[in-house]
Structures are given as C-alpha cells and as structure tokens.
C-alpha cells in the first residue's frame, strides 16, 4: 500500500517562503504524476501544482511564478517550493500520487499566511 507523507509546513509571514516535501513509501515503482492540492476552510479541495515522472508540470494561475515544484524519482519525492505567500495561499495542502488508475493522498500539512 502506497503512503504519502507531507512535511513542511507551518506559519508564515506574508511575502515569505515554505518549502513542503511529499514522500512516498510502500511502493516499488515510480508515481506517473505526482501533485500538490489545497483547501481552504469552506473551499473545495483545488490543484496548486503536478508533475509528472518524465517532468512536465501544470501550475494554477494562482500559484504561477511564485510556486515551484519539482521530483526526485529516485526518491519518490516531490516538493513545493512556496515564495511570496500570501494570506489566501493559507490551506491543508495535500500530496496525491498516480499510478495508472490509482491514486493517494497524503493527509496533508497546514500553511499559514498571516502577521
């Protein structure tokens, strides 16, 4: 069974950085797509960024050119480097992988934005 733990998150100043890391452990093979979703209190679980093994990444516009995110296959990590945070980037973010049909979540690690 494939796990997905989250770590790195906390409070932050707004116009500050976090960095979350996402591992993946129980599996012999590489995640096809890995991700990081948030949600709000009230929202909708929503996508902030994903990769896939090979590389190519999709950003929400709300995260485009503050949010980068990137893999280790050889680990079966995936990061999320988070600068210029903002209060409405406060959330539970959430790892999910991809392996064909499948898919995991992590429980996610909360980011708070605030003075």
């Known amino acids: 069974q494939v796990q997905l733990v989250e770590s790195g998150g906390g409070l932050v100043q707004p116009g500050g950085s976090l960095r979350l890391s996402c591992a993946a452990s129980?599996?012999?093979?590489?995640?096809?797509?890995m991700g990081w979703y948030r949600q709000a209190p009230g929202n909708q679980r929503e996508l902030v960024a994903t990769i896939t093994r090979t590389g190519t990444i999709n950003y929400s516009d709300s995260v485009k050119g503050r949010f980068t995110i990137s893999r280790d296959n050889a680990k079966n990590t995936v990061y999320l480097q988070m600068n210029s945070l903002k209060p409405e980037d406060t959330a539970v973010y959430y790892c999910?992988?991809?392996?064909?049909?499948?898919?995991?979540w992590g429980l996610g690690t909360q980011v708070t934005v605030s003075s």
């Open positions: 999910k992988g991809t392996y064909g049909f499948s898919n995991w």
């Open positions: 129980g599996s012999s093979f590489s995640l096809n797509t």
